[in-house]
């Protein structure tokens, strides 16, 4: 197994020819050789002259005429030419040689640098409040930048029952199937940190590709689990494709590491604040909306095709009274669930409070519709209820306003609680609409 260390070393003479490397180079790189190639030829052109520069010292002795032979400077960031023509940023340190016999050269070690900006800025993001969708993105540039030029990175979360998917803001959008794998690896429950080469295996996270991994032009792929902090809930999934394998447990303070730490905060931050908002618009007990959040609906409703529906449970204080409040809950519970089915999703269901409840159908346009719309619910509300082992009736009277042009939803919500009025003073199970 082939790991990425991010490190090569070079041996050079006077005159920058390359003598010899270690075997990393190809696999950062690219290059199956350098030996006999001179080394400027592989950097930027603005480095050049830093490097000539630094090996002019060493031949002048310019440098701290204390220095032994194996002297050692301050690190230097160089950009190297890959074989994929892009420019891989290194920190090289240099080893004066020349005098040793043995050697006579120049040991260059280059070290590769990860951008570690996108973790100060998911930082300051993450501090800010702003939306896990803003985060993820930049720790999965970071694993793009950590596991090579070529890499191409994803992180996969739980929002609510679905799974979303971040990948770099930079470049063009990915093959959906990549983006498909890491949504896949989240739903299988992936809980280990696991590397795969795509040259010998059919592993079941790959089943979904739908065509031979390496015709995407990767040769390996590594998953990582997201894990709540403090805990060992899995919420999320970092998926990178790759030239080769990346053991993610065997460097835990590489950027990357600290990255994907990141992103479970984000993941479980955005979480909460979803979770906060969710409640703050709804009612805990029978989970529809609450009157604040039916309110604001109503307003962004900007239509005059609309029915509203008020609705009062009768006989329900007497089944509070008898058997208590929480076989009342269950009441209020069963009416809420037939209620939402009843309107489905062109409707809003709510709990204004107590035993009462409304609902906004828009494109619901005469008044022969929302009658026929509140029968329904009544019809549903009516049916026998069970407890426990207690069987219940409840009734529900209804007041309907209709939309009217333009609409102004304070008076129609005035309109729908007078028609109810009306239809609680007429008799029990009785719909009324406003005039």
């Known amino acids: 197994m082939c790991r990425a260390e991010g490190q090569f070393s070079l041996l050079f003479d006077e005159t920058f020819t390359v003598l010899w490397h270690t075997e990393s180079v190809s696999v950062i790189l690219g290059y199956e050789s350098l030996v006999g190639r001179n080394g400027t030829d592989y950097l930027h052109p603005d480095d050049v002259a830093l490097v000539v520069d630094m090996l002019t010292q060493f031949g002048s002795r310019q440098i701290d005429a204390g220095a032994g032979p194996a002297f050692r400077p301050d690190p230097s960031d160089v950009r190297v030419l890959a074989a994929s023509g892009a420019w891989v940023t290194m920190e090289a340190v240099t080893f004066d040689h020349t005098g040793d016999p043995w050697i006579r050269g120049f040991l260059v070690t280059c070290k590769l640098i990860t951008d570690r900006s996108d973790i100060g800025r998911s930082i300051e ?228 409070g107590g035993d009462e409840f409304a609902v906004a159908c828009p494109g619901v346009s005469d008044v022969m519709a929302g009658w026929e719309l509140a029968d329904r619910v009544a019809a549903v509300i009516r049916r026998p209820i069970r407890i426990g082992s207690i069987t219940l009736a409840v009734g529900a009277s209804i007041g309907v306003a209709m939309g009217a042009q333009p609409l102004i939803p304070s008076i129609l919500i005035q309109r729908a609680d007078e028609a109810l009025l009306e239809a609680k003073h007429s008799g029990k199970n009785t719909v009324r609409i406003a005039s």
Request: glycine share 10%.
């Open 125 to 352: 993001l993450l501090g800010t409040g702003a939306h896990v969708g803003e985060v993820l993105p930049l720790v999965a540039r970071l694993g793009d930048r950590s596991m090579g030029s070529d890499a191409r990175c994803f992180i996969s979360w739980w929002h609510d029952d679905d799974v979303c998917v971040a990948w770099s803001p930079d470049g063009v959008a990915p093959d959906p199937r990549l983006a498909s794998i890491a949504k896949c690896a989240l739903r299988a429950g992936v809980r280990e940190p696991k590397m795969l080469s795509l040259a010998d295996t059919d592993d079941v996270l790959l089943r979904d590709l739908g065509c031979a991994p390496s015709d995407l032009g990767y040769a390996a792929v590594t998953f990582a689990p997201l894990t709540a902090p403090g805990g060992d809930e899995v919420i999320g999934c970092f998926v990178g494709w790759g030239q080769q394998l990346v053991e993610l447990a065997l460097q835990p303070q590489m950027p990357l590491h600290l990255g994907l730490r990141i992103a479970a905060l984000a993941i479980m931050d955005g979480r909460t604040k979803h979770d906060l908002r969710w409640a703050a618009a709804h009612d805990p007990l029978t989970l529809l909306s609450n009157r604040a959040e039916f309110s604001r609906r109503l307003e962004e409703m900007n239509t005059s095709d609309i029915a509203l529906l008020y609705i009062d449970l009768d006989d329900f204080k007497p089944i509070n009274d008898l058997h208590g409040h929480q076989v009342g809950d269950g009441v209020l519970v069963e009416v809420a669930a037939r209620i939402r089915e009843t309107v489905g999703v062109i409707g809003v269901a709510c709990r204004l």
